[in-house]
């Protein structure tokens, strides 16, 4: 049997499962770290006459408790959003490990953003473990950065007031009216730099190439959320501690991690991965800012994508095709 998981399904099996959600991504990081999982590099599909499109191929095997293969299949076109369009859609393909034939396609555009946010909230979690009540910056405000403002709240991260920056105006003050459900009236739209000056910073924009100046240095404590990768100068990451999800994939096609590698000669600026943080074999320096940049590991898509099949059995509204392949 072959199933066909829609949007709705997977957006209900998840929103009222953060703390399984949270859960499933750590248990992952931990597998990757363990040797249990594989996962190769991410494909990009280009296109020369548009440079700003792009189709990821991202194929992963989370072995251990789940041992499930797949493979998520995520777009991004930015210039969707004139067409009253989302910028991504994705679909991820289970298959059973003992046969290797697909046994479910998911709609994976909300799985694909969950994943992201729960990464993120994690590793905020794990990189201030003094707590405190923090200033929450946000650079970009689609649904990433909505997605994550819902993770951070779900983690209770203390947040005395939530600020965002956007390119478009008319977005931010729609994100602001959002969040503030999450941290009543603490709200604002903000110049970038007001932005960069909270206490956590959340990168998610769509951003090719860094744009923030290279002398900018983030500040003694301050925890940085390097969502989209590509935002800040190499020289303001070599100022930093440096926490990715994993060296390899993090330090290629251009990220503002791998032009460190570049620009330093080598891996050294790394101070460890967010499993190493997890598992207390990396000790952060407290009064040195903390930049996380997770570059998006196919097995968390595998993992919340478990959690959606298994709801979507029991849920109507998912297709069952029973003669999709032949005997």
Not at 164 to 176: I, Y
Not at 228 to 255: E, G, K, Y
Not at 261 to 284: K, N
Request: proline share 7%; net charge negative; charged share 20%.
């Amino acid at each position: 049997m072959f199933q066909i998981v829609p949007h709705a399904v997977a957006v209900d099996a998840l929103d009222g499962a953060r703390d399984a959600v949270m859960t499933a991504v750590e248990k992952a990081y931990l597998a990757h770290d363990r040797g249990e999982t594989v996962n190769p590099s991410s494909h990009f599909l280009r296109f020369p006459d548009q440079p700003a499109n792009r189709i990821i191929a991202l194929p992963a095997y989370l072995g251990g408790e789940v041992g499930i293969p797949g493979l998520k299949w995520i777009s991004s076109f930015p210039g969707n959003h004139d067409l009253g369009m989302p910028r991504a859609s994705a679909v991820l393909l289970l298959n059973d490990d003992r046969t290797g034939r697909p046994v479910a396609c998911l709609e994976a555009a909300h799985i694909s953003a969950v994943r992201t946010a729960a990464s993120a909230a994690l590793a905020a979690r794990a990189l201030r473990p003094q707590g405190g009540p923090v200033s929450l910056g946000f650079v970009g405000t689609g649904v990433i950065a909505r997605t994550i403002a819902e993770f951070l709240r779900h983690t209770e991260l203390p947040v005395t007031r939530f600020v965002c920056h956007d390119l478009v105006p008319e977005r931010a003050q729609r994100f602001v009216g959002d969040v503030e459900r999450h941290w009543p009236g603490s709200g604002d739209v903000v110049d970038l730099d007001a932005a960069l000056a909270c206490d956590v910073v959340v990168f998610a924009t769509t951003a090719g190439t860094p744009y923030l100046p290279e002398a900018l240095r983030f500040a003694p404590g301050q925890t940085v959320l390097n969502v989209s990768l590509r935002d800040i100068h190499p020289q303001t990451l070599l100022a930093a501690q440096n926490i990715v999800d994993d060296v390899d994939h993090c330090l290629r096609a251009q990220t503002s991690p791998h032009l460190a590698e570049q620009l330093s000669g080598g891996r050294g600026f790394v101070t460890g991965t967010l499993a190493d943080v997890l598992v207390g074999r990396c000790e952060l320096k407290p009064h040195e800012p903390v930049v996380f940049s997770p570059f998006g590991l196919g097995v968390l898509d595998i993992a919340i994508g478990a959690i959606v099949l298994d709801s979507a059995k029991n849920d109507a509204r998912a297709v069952s095709v029973t003669d999709f392949f032949e005997n």
